[in-house]
């Protein structure tokens, strides 16, 4: 069985299983390539002379925004959850080529290390605005790791940190799971539970950005924290504007 064989939007019921059992689902055509190089257009053109990360420019952003409310999103977050879900957080990565932060690679680390979620409350969403491998920097992650709680980690800067540094609440991978690649297409929609270890590989080209827009939701009723950076916010997304 392929993992990374992506399926089409609207997802099915085999889908959610499919979900349940590894922890992730790679979805396909959930939006168009002229909404993907807009997105991009808007954070290269706000981005910082290094191209750092940025945090939570939905908030600021009417084009980032519309991303995190966008139907065909929320409904398969929704699904997967089997119930309705507020936008939490989100985060741009460029690894733009030419830059510092292209050799940052994040360690294996499990996102719901930072908001402690009850599980599996936690869900985050990660869109690939360009073609992804290892080369530029692709992800990799664990199938089926979502299954273990929130392992001991070594604490680590993952924003604003500095270029050469490589974020990530560092965990050790505990027996049993095998590495896989995220070798994956422009416009793929990698979703993931919250506790699934994942991190990715540093960007050796030279001419290849791996720009990244990563969306956390969270279901909608838990608690989570805010975080010393991360500035945690419940959104609703339905019936709101903001």
């Not at 945090?55 to 995190?68: F, L, P, S, T």
């Not at 409350?121 to 690939?128: A, E, L, P, S």
């Not at 992804?132 to 070594?154: F, Q, V």
């Not at 422009?186 to 506790?195: A, D, I």
Request: proline share 6%; hydrophobic share 35%.
């Amino acid at each position: 069985m392929n993992l990374l064989k992506p399926i089409k939007y609207p997802i099915t019921n085999s889908d959610i299983a499919f979900y349940d059992a590894n922890g992730f689902l790679l979805v396909e055509d959930v939006l168009l390539p002229k909404e993907l190089d807009n997105l991009l257009r808007v954070f290269e053109f706000n981005a910082d002379i290094d191209f750092s990360a940025m945090m939570n420019k939905d908030r600021e952003y009417y084009e980032a925004r519309e991303i995190v409310k966008a139907e065909r999103i929320v409904s398969t977050i929704e699904r997967l959850q089997r119930w309705e879900v507020d936008v939490v957080q989100s985060q741009f990565l460029f690894k733009k080529a030419g830059t510092e932060y292209q050799n940052q690679a994040w360690n294996p680390h499990q996102d719901n290390s930072y908001p402690q979620v009850p599980y599996p409350g936690y869900i985050t969403v990660n869109i690939f605005l360009t073609d992804a491998d290892k080369e530029n920097g692709c992800m990799y992650m664990y199938p089926g790791s979502h299954r273990e709680p929130i392992l001991p980690y070594e604490e680590t800067v993952s924003y604003k940190e500095k270029a050469g540094t490589n974020p990530g609440n560092k965990v050790e991978i505990p027996a049993g799971y095998e590495k896989v690649d995220l070798v994956v297409k422009k416009g793929t929609m990698f979703v993931m539970n919250g506790h699934l270890i994942h991190g990715s590989y540093p960007n050796q080209s030279k001419t290849r950005s791996r720009p990244l827009y990563s969306i956390s939701y969270v279901t909608r009723g838990v608690e989570f924290q805010k975080g010393r950076n991360a500035n945690r916010m419940r959104i609703p997304i339905r019936g709101v504007n903001f």
